[in-house]
């Protein structure tokens, strides 16, 4: 199936059907499209699927965990008339979605996303009661006239709105493809035999049973959300296959005897659906059960796989994780379990149903035909609780269900089943506990009993596989704490402590999303073609929301093969053989390249010391150790991991710890003394002096880049040496050389192009090598085109994350709270090689300043080498690690003398002129005119009150509201990376292209190139185009990256349109009256060159970091300010994101949709690295996160719900393109903000619990982290860990 075709003819009909909806449809139909897309290549699909007309029916599609996140290039503009790439975040799973309703389906949660993004026109303004709105007086406008400020620029309110949108029409759901409906087969039984699967589809019930019998070892395919999984990733063989979904009796649901009677072929949503209607039908005492089933659902995976995925597939795949199979046991629950010999049995799911690590009592021959669940009666009492990492669609840590039958008038515990998932391989029934509480009468006494019994039962080992051991403990007993308290209130019960206290948190967030976009129009003067400064949509916006948008994997090339690398089981070790007789015995195996492919002694990366593939030594897991080259991706995949391998293992340096005791760095250690900025030498002071120190140490996580589309290439072979290499990739130069060097042939055999890249985030910064080298010597030995697409799962293990730190302080205060005297080192976990580690610990060393003047500050940086992947670029590229160190910092110094945290800061903050301790002189220092502006647009004073007097009334909630302030510096930190090119073409009817060296990934770089471009030519921006980036077109160009983009790119467009326009000016002097094309075509018939190339240079002075002198590194600054709030669950470690302010000064914005894009996304992607994102490796090296089911990145329901940014006006730069400023990395810092504000809710419930010290709370603030900081009553009944290095613990802290 050509997943281009058919879909995109499709939807196409269907815009043609309805124009009036064609403005939402085309976003959400596109979206769809996208997602196919990028599912479609990353999936497997059963061999029968994909060439016959059964295609038609077993219509493969899924989209499952589809994941909408503001991030990067992200904004929910997208949906609105200023569209910027949307980051989303798809999972990719092979998933067969049979059902014929599945597309529309899928458009409910689509839909629903899409309102999560909706702005209200009518509230929520981030002015509160300053809102134009609300003072009809106010000089803010939200539309065009009013509303002057300076009484030259406007100040507008918002960038769009969606209130020109048709409202949703439910008549107008897409229906399912009538022609993919072949023959009526969707409801015929048949069986289809395809290679080695056989494929049944019975329609008579008792057909399915004779099938099962017949074939017991025959897999049922129902949602297929959990087989697909097992196909992906364990390549199972499943010759057998049937799919009971048109077997009628497994639907049937009615009121019986002895419950509810559930058919469990009825996917989940189909489930909830009814038992919503139950709850309408029933009396409120009946449907206790059911309406933690139906509240359960809401948390249950996501809408899509809700839409599929069916109660069997749940019961029979027995996870341990399940989130109903503890609501089925502790409502004692039975399944209807049917067999073609023996007949229908029904089976309690208790203790005795599940057998083991996803295993169950469930015989070989039997079908699941029902799930039995009891009505509750006036004296029982039912909930469940769950907890994740992300609360959307994510699955659990622990999930509790709770039942328990209570005499009114004794109080007397007549029955009571506690079950929990997450606890044990199996879903598990505390039998002891619910044994010994029966019998005993409900009070304060029973929850001391409960809790103590409950620690007891479930204990876990410090290393129990899944680690989390006293986070799991505590959220079990949490659970039934609140349990507990619901009951009590539900029973009248006021004797219990603390019944009064309401523990749901998120309450008061409203459903729709307030958001503000805060900007300055462009001068009324400017002219109405000069596209600079004004809010236009991302260039590429449509096409990226129709899916029209081309990236690598969307280019097919004739002839082309593939290839998959076979990658290291080990962190450390050597390599004695590889056996690759297996996988060459694979039909379509054409070969494979392996360290003998490679010249002797060619390695890449920067530094040359990253091997293309294990030679002897690994060095961390997932390292490269081969390449299997195959017809097709999928049966290159899967000979990879038919190739034996020989492996030693060795112990493997994974944390900063061990690397520092091992003294493993990557390279000597680095310094900056801010007393060479005025001495010859350096002052060292004494320490012993100073009367108020506080030293300490903070450990910040690192981060995956999640790019939605994965690293990829594809590698064209042509004559004389010739090599194409079109990949996914921020920087075409270094591919270029790499390639040139590997291969051992001049750099101008070889052309790298880049359409655009679906996210880069830095993480397509430096790794593209790794890919490109292998797939050019696949190409070179082969004489074929190759395309090397990496699996998630591969990507996130070969190619690095966000280094990983230690940051350690020791800060000397004065009695006013001044900061005399910094020592500050900070320490980064660099993996395998260097890669950009000395870049990354450069920037960490020279924003450990961030916005505050330190009398005097000596500051280290040291790069651990431990066996980890090469950490690399990460937008922020060290900055925010360096960042996050100072402001705990001020945190520890404001708790130890207990000042007020935003003094302290106000009080050390930067002035005008003022010289940082890497010797950079802040010129248009604007650090006190966005903090001023944040803490007025967020009411911040007024509401840290209000703050105080909720936390003063709950007691288990908290919630803290912070400010924090940012400054960014920009320019490359090494010298020679501050120059980029452009060649710009003049055609004779007039059109432009334009060419820099600059890389489109979502960022909305070319909008700005073309608006650049248009000014500069003072010609209309639709006469101006850019193709792609490419190195035969601008040789040499950096990397997009380091912010500068705009900036430097800009600067090589102007200087090129420049000549352009100087040579048409004799023709503009002969011809006033002429325009544009008259004068291009003089220009032409008197044979002056209509293309030129320009080159722009930006501001770099280097520092000396091996002797520590400054020097006016930077051209300029960004800074930001951002204000959050946010309220804990402290019982469990969940939050909510409440509010989110910032003011950002970009300069004079030259494009404020996209700049406030940005800095959304920006945001998002740093909350997501310091509250949610967290990689986990093993001790032994084996990396655990690879994928969306285990890293969760920020979800939509994580997007604050007033959401306000703001650009700081009158604000301007005279080092950036038309007085703008960069702003891709600067606001990332800001996400931090979530952070603090979480720490100062936690902080809230420790002081209310006698703990008023400084504490040490390490980023990301993970729910664990978060619960196991709220120390109380719970956690003292949770088990001290062992002394370290007793007990290998499931994760290291790397
Ligand atoms: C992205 C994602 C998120 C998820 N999140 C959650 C979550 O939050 N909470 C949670 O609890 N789970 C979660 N899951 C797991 C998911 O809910 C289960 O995998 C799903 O319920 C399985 O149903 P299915 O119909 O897709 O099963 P299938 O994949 O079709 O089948 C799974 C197994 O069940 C067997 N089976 C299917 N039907 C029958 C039957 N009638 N009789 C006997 N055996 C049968 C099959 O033979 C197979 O072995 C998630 C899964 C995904 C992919």
């Known amino acids: 199936m050509d997943p281009g075709g058919t879909f995109i003819d499709y939807y196409t009909r269907v815009f043609h059907i309805n124009n009036e909806t064609i403005n939402i449809w085309s976003h959400l139909l596109g979206f769809i499209y996208f997602t196919y897309q990028q599912y479609y290549t990353n999936c497997v699909v059963l061999p029968s699927i994909g060439s016959h007309p059964a295609d038609h029916i077993v219509f493969t599609l899924s989209i499952f965990g589809m994941q909408i996140c503001m991030f990067l290039s992200a904004s929910y503009h997208t949906f609105g008339c200023s569209s910027i790439v949307m980051r989303q975040k798809w999972l990719k799973m092979d998933v067969f979605g049979i059902s014929a309703g599945l597309l529309g389906m899928y458009l409910n949660g689509i839909y629903t996303a899409f309102f999560c993004f909706q702005i209200n026109d009518t509230n929520g303004c981030g002015m509160g009661e300053n809102c134009c709105k609300v003072k009809k007086s106010s000089s803010l406008s939200d539309d065009a006239t009013p509303g002057y400020t300076g009484g030259e620029r406007k100040r507008k309110l918002q960038l769009s709105s969606l209130s020109d949108c048709a409202p949703y029409d439910a008549t107008q759901e897409i229906i399912f493809p009538p022609e993919l409906k072949h023959k009526n087969f969707d409801s015929l039984s048949f069986a289809y035999d395809h290679h080695h699967t056989k494929w049944y589809q019975p329609v008579d019930y008792d057909d399915l049973l004779t099938l099962k019998r017949e074939l017991p070892h025959a897999r049922l395919i129902s949602g297929n959300s959990e087989l697909a999984i097992e196909l992906k990733f364990r390549f199972i063989d499943l010759p057998v296959l049937i799919n009971p979904k048109q077997v009628k009796e497994l639907y049937v649901k009615r009121v019986e005897e002895n419950g509810v009677y559930m058919g469990t072929g009825m996917s989940l949503t189909d489930m909830d659906r009814y038992v919503v209607k139950l709850m309408n039908e029933l009396t409120v005492e009946q449907v206790k059960v059911l309406q933690n089933i139906h509240e359960m659902l809401h948390w249950f995976a996501g809408t899509h796989v809700r839409n599929v995925a069916s109660v069997s597939g749940n019961i029979a795949t027995a996870s341990p994780i399940s989130d109903l199979n503890p609501i089925w046991m502790a409502a004692n629950a039975q399944v209807v379990l049917d067999s073609a010999d023996r007949g229908e049995r029904r089976c309690c799911i208790d203790e005795n149903f599940f057998l083991g690590y996803r295993k169950t009592c469930i015989r070989s021959d039997e079908v699941i035909k029902a799930v039995v669940v009891p009505l509750t009666t006036k004296n029982e009492h039912f909930a469940a609780y769950k907890q994740a990492q992300r609360r959307e669609d994510d699955i659990a840590i622990v999930t509790g269900a709770f039942f328990v039958k209570i005499n009114p008038d004794t109080f007397i515990v007549e029955k009571i089943r506690i079950a929990f998932g997450g606890m044990a391989p199996t879903t598990k029934l505390t039998l002891t506990t619910m044994s010994k509480l029966e019998g005993q009468f409900w009070s304060q006494g029973f929850l001391d009993q409960a809790l103590s019994l409950l620690s007891e039962e479930m ?540 890389m489109e990934m979502g960022q909305g770089l070319h909008t700005k190139i073309l608006q650049i471009a248009a000014r500069c030519l003072e010609i209309p921006i639709e006469k101006v185009h850019i193709r792609d980036t490419a190195t035969d077109k601008v040789p040499n160009s950096s990397a997009t990256a380091a912010s500068v983009g705009s900036d430097l790119n800009g600067l090589a467009v102007q200087d090129a349109c420049r000549q352009i326009l100087e040579r048409l000016e004799p023709f503009k002097k002969e011809n006033p009256e002429g325009g544009w094309l008259e004068w291009v075509n003089s220009a032409y018939v008197n044979r002056v060159s209509l293309s030129a190339s320009g080159f722009g240079i930006i501001h770099h002075e280097p520092v000396d970091f091996f002797n520590g002198k400054g020097a006016e590194l930077f051209g300029y600054s960004v800074y930001g ?56 490796i093993r001790p032994d090296g084996i990396r655990l996160t690879r994928g969306p089911g285990t890293y969760k990145i920020p979800s939509a329901d994580d997007v604050p719900k007033n959401f306000n940014v703001s650009l700081l006006g009158n604000s301007s730069n005279k080092m950036g393109i038309f007085s703008s400023k960069a702003i891709g990395e600067p606001p990332l810092f800001l996400g931090s903000c979530a952070f603090f504000a979480i720490r100062e809710a936690v902080r809230a419930y420790r002081v209310q619990n006698g703990k008023k010290e400084y504490f040490v709370f390490n980023s990301p603030s993970t729910p664990e982290r978060i619960r196991m900081a709220c120390e109380d009553f719970v956690t003292q009944h949770v088990p001290a860990l062992p002394e370290e290095g007793s007990y290998t613990p499931w994760t290291a802290s790397v």
Request: glycine share 8%; charged share 20%.
């Open 459 to 998: 204990k876990l080992p410090a290393g129990v596989p899944g680690g989390m051991s006293q986070y799991r403990l505590s959220l079990a007993l949490s659970f039934f704490f609140k349990f507990f308290l619901k009951v009590s209130k539900d029973l009248n019960f006021m004797e219990v402590q603390n019944v009064e206290q309401n523990l749901t948190i998120g309450n008061t967030i409203p459903k729709s999303l307030n958001a503000t976009q805060v900007y300055q129009e462009v001068n009324d003067k400017q002219k109405y073609d000069d596209p600079v400064g004004r809010p236009l949509k991302h260039v590429s916006g449509d096409k990226h929301t129709t899916g029209e948008a081309v990236y690598c994997d969307d280019i097919n090339v004739a002839d082309c093969l593939h290839i998959a690398f076979v990658t290291s089981p080990i962190a450390h070790g050597t390599l004695n053989s590889i056996d690759y007789t297996a996988a060459l015995h694979l039909n379509g195996v054409i070969g494979y390249i392996d360290a003998y492919d490679v010249y002797t002694g060619a390695q890449i990366g920067h530094h040359n010391d990253t091997p293309v593939f294990v030679k002897d030594e690994i060095t961390f897991h997932g390292q490269p150790i081969a390449a299997i080259v195959a017809t097709d991706h999928e049966i290159a995949r899967k000979a990879a991991s038919l190739v034996k391998l020989d492996t030693a293992a060795k112990k493997p340096i994974v944390t900063i710890k061990q690397a520092l005791e091992a003294d493993s760095f990557i390279f000597k250690h680095f310094v900056i003394h801010s007393s060479l900025n005025d001495n010859e030498t350096v002052v060292k002071n004494d320490w012993s002096k100073y009367e108020r120190v506080v030293e300490g140490s903070i450990d910040m996580g690192g981060q995956e880049h999640f790019y939605l589309e994965t690293q990829q290439c594809i590698v064209i072979p042509h004559e004389d040496d010739e090599l194409e290499i079109i990949i996914s990739n921020q920087c075409v130069n270094d591919v270029h050389i790499e390639v040139a060097k590997c291969l051992g042939i001049a750099q101008h055999k070889i052309s790298t192009t880049v359409k655009r890249i679906g996210g880069g985030f830095g993480g397509k910064e430096s790794t593209g090598a790794i890919l490109a080298v292998p797939a050019s010597l696949a190409a070179r030995k082969f004489n074929k085109p190759m395309k090397l697409k990496l699996e998630r799962f591969d990507d996130m293990a070969i190619t690095g994350t966000r280094h990983p730190f230690t940051l350690q302080y020791k800060l000397a205060v004065d009695e006013n709270g001044k900061f005399i005297d910094l020592d500050y080192t900070a320490i980064s976990n660099s993996g395998h090689t260097m890669d950009l580690s000395m870049g990354v610990m450069q920037r960490a060393m020279v924003h450990a300043d961030n916005v505050y003047k330190f009398g005097n500050a000596d500051i280290t940086g040291k790069m651990c080498k431990t066996h980890l992947a090469s950490n690399t670029a990460f937008r922020g590229f060290g900055g925010p690690q360096g960042m996050f160190g100072t402001e705990i910092m001020v945190k520890h110094v404001a708790e130890q003398f207990n000042w007020d945290h935003d003094e302290i800061r106000e009080k050390n903050f930067y002035q005008e002129g003022d010289c940082t301790p890497f010797g950079m002189h802040l010129n248009q220092c604007n650090v006190t005119r966005t903090w001023k502006e944040c803490k007025t647009n967020s009411d911040y004073c007024k509401r840290l009150e209000e703050v105080k007097k909720f936390n003063s009334e709950n007691k288990f909630r908290k919630r803290g509201i912070y400010l924090t302030p940012t400054r960014f510096g920009i320019g490359f930190g090494l010298k020679q990376l501050n120059q980029a090119g452009a060649l710009v073409l003049v055609y004779t009817d007039g059109s432009v292209l334009v060419s820099h060296g600059g």
């Open 1121 to 1176: 300010t951002a204000a959050c709030e946010v309220e804990v669950d402290c019982l469990t470690g969940d939050h909510h994101l409440l509010r989110t302010d910032i003011v950002m000064d970009v300069g004079e914005s030259l494009n404020p949709a996209i700049d406030i894009g940005q800095i959304e996304g920006a945001f998002i992607q740093g909350y997501g690295l310091f509250t949610m994102e967290e990689i986990k």
